[in-house]
Each structure stands twice: as structure tokens, then as C-alpha cells.
């Protein structure tokens, strides 16, 4: 489940990089520096691109909310100690 939300983080980025440059828009890093786009303008690809940063993004969100759920149901219904798992090492129970 975690290397699916971190596989699908990143596609989500990468996806939303490729969108900004297939509309042949430099991106922007923090105001201070940008960065050219390598392609020309393609308008077809650009639809492609975003819908599939729109299909990760939506899949991200889902994943975290099943996620979420899932951790919230091992602490109030199986009460299996997991979220006390997850704490820092001074508040968990070693």
C-alpha cells in the first residue's frame, strides 16, 4: 500500500511537470529560477497528459482515504495498537 502511495505521488508530479511543459509554459521553481519547456505546443498531447495527471491525482486520492480508513478501523475496531505503532519512539510503547 505505501509504495503505491509513493509510486502514484510521484506520477502525479511528474504528470503535472509534463502538462505545464506540453503547453510549452516554463516552469516555475520557488519565483527564482524557471525552466524552459524542451517541447513545442501540442494540443492534443497536452488533453492526454492532463487527464492523466487528473486519473493519478484522483487515484492518489482515493488510496489515501482507504488508507486512512483502514488505519483509523485497526485503532477503534480491532484495536491491534497500530496507530501506537506509528508514533515517535517517545510516545510508543517500544
Known sequence: MHLALYLL???VIIAGVMTEFSGEKA???FGLYEIAS???KDRDFRHFIKELH???ANSLMALILIHS???LA???ILRDNTLKGMLPGI???G
Do not use: N, Q, R
Open 38 to 40: 524542451p517541447w513545442v
Open 9 to 11: 505521488l510521484g506520477a
Open 69 to 71: 480508513v483502514a488505519a
Open 27 to 29: 516552469l516555475p521553481l
Open 74 to 76: 485497526h485503532h477503534y
Open 54 to 56: 487528473e486519473l493519478f
Open 91 to 93: 510516545l510508543s510503547k
